[in-house]
């Protein structure tokens, strides 16, 4: 699976922007999908995940009502909703596939998100 992320930019504090990620490969369906992010100097962290039904989602708490994942298995694509936005949302996006939501075996490039105060 190639996981190409796309849909980041430079938005005012609490604009919106909504990001992509499109897979590659006929087996998309069968993959939980889960958003990260990471700024400079710091460790990647997990901000949202979807599972491989798109029945179940889970959320970082300080992106809960804020951001919505959602999936369409048929365009083997996951999105991320993101509005309220707060420059302490700046950061590079990753999106990843995997099977178990501690282990994921593909990533995306990356998206820079920034958020200006």
């Known amino acids: 699976v190639q996981l190409q992320a796309s849909g980041g930019g430079l938005v005012q504090a609490g604009g919106s922007l909504r990001l992509s990620c499109a897979a590659s490969?006929?087996?998309?369906?069968?993959?939980?999908m889960a958003w990260f992010r990471q700024t400079p100097g710091k460790e990647r962290e997990f901000v949202s995940g979807?599972?491989?039904?798109?029945?179940?989602?889970y959320y970082k708490d300080s992106v809960k009502g804020r951001f919505a994942i959602s999936r369409d298995n048929a365009k083997n694509t996951v999105y991320l909703q993101m509005n309220s936005l707060k420059p302490e949302d700046t950061a590079v996006y990753y999106c990843?596939?995997?099977?178990?939501?501690?282990?994921?075996?593909?990533w995306g490039q990356g998206t820079q998100v920034t958020v200006s105060s």
């Open positions: 979807i599972a491989s039904s798109g029945r179940r989602t």
């Open positions: 990843a596939a995997g099977r178990t939501w501690e282990n994921y075996d593909f």
């Open positions: 490969g006929q087996t998309f369906s069968t993959y939980l």
